[in-house]
């Protein structure tokens, strides 16, 4: 199997499992691919803060879900060992997130990527960097 049905194979099994990122929150998985992944959420009452903008935890969250699909794409199994966020832009209700998360560099067991979060009018809404750490284990045996 090449890479890029490996990682896509990665991100269907994922997102299979992911619950949170599924249900709860209610994102798409829009393409995981080596070392890059891509995640869209539109903005709903359930997302809203007291400023009725949607609240940073929910934007955090798409970062983060995006962030996890993209250090996973190789199949090795990878968490968050560190992510800092910039919130650069209020998201609305209606408005639709989309978010691209890049490999800027993958030493060893430690990733660096970074995601962009936008929305539909393509303002930039914030960017994130996650550290990721590999433990034991595959998403998918291939």
């Known amino acids: 199997m090449d890479e890029t049905a490996l990682a896509q194979q990665v991100g269907q099994v ?6 949170a990122t599924r ?3 209610g994102m798409d998985l829009l393409s995981c691919e080596p070392g890059r992944a891509s995640m869209r959420m539109r903005v ?3 997302h809203l803060n007291g400023h009725q903008t949607c609240h940073g935890g929910f934007i955090f969250t798409l970062a983060d879900s995006t962030f996890a699909f ?3 794409s190789h199949n090795h ?3 968050a060992a560190a992510c800092s966020i910039e919130f650069l832009k209020p998201a609305h209700l209606g408005d639709v997130l989309h978010s691209e998360g890049v ?3 993958l030493s060893g067991r430690h990733g660096i990527y970074d ?3 936008i929305n539909q009018r393509g303002e930039t809404v914030a960017l994130f960097r996650g550290k990721s750490a590999q433990i034991p284990g595959m998403v998918v045996n291939p």
């Open 14 to 19: 994922m997102f299979a499992n992911d619950r």
């Open 23 to 25: 249900e709860t929150v």
């Open 44 to 46: 709903q009452d359930k």
């Open 70 to 72: 993209a250090c996973n």
């Open 77 to 79: 199994n990878a968490v």
């Open 103 to 105: 490999e800027q560099v």
């Open 115 to 117: 995601v962009k979060v």
